[in-house]
């Protein structure tokens, strides 16, 4: 799975790389909702995601934005709001299939820019040391970061009167077999998009399924640097840059 990820890059930027707008102020933006660069996102964070919604003055054309998104997806069927943090990740094997992401997957697909991600593995006591799990981060070799493949949806509370109620936007990452060195660490990873691939995934009107799966891709095609890192990546409260400091060697 992938649990815990790493996005720095600011939105000024991320709307530059993806040819996006950036967001309109209202309730989505209040300063408690922004998202902020982090190196320890995690579940039910806020993220930015890049998508393609219709045009507010142009039903005919379809606009490119970045939103903020909360991450953990959330059917528009569901009664409450913490059952997004069980959906965080969506298997590719069936995310076509499974009641809570079909939908998504062939109308609300996303991407979800980020510096890399992060898995643990679970390391023994020996004398001096307790028992632990060791974070390690993955990143694409040669850096440039990833635009991760997701799916977002729509939610409000059935349990708040209808004119209080307020749209909660949410995503998931799509995950598979992790390959290569990713693989050694843990048997799941995300799923990507290219570049060139980045139109034909966000476009609403794409809904032809096999087209759709055969544009996911493992982040630079296996070629993933995996590295040991700080043991303060384990606590969701720390952030910062030097949680991607190289862990320190025991004896």
Known sequence: MCGRYVSTRSPEDLATAFHASLPDPGPDLAPDLVPTPSWNVAPTDRVWGVLERVAKDDAAAVARELRPLRWGLVPSWAKDLSVGARMINARVETVHEKPSFRKAFTSRRCLLPADGYYEWIPVPATKGVKAHKQPYFLTPQGGGGMAMAGLYEFWKDPAVARDQQEWVVSCTIITTEATDAAGRVHPRMPLTIAPED?????????????DLRALLAVPAGGEIEVRPVSLAVNNVRNDGPQLLDDAPATS
């Open 198 to 210: 980045f139109a034909d995934w966000l476009n609403p009107e794409h809904h032809d399924v096999a």
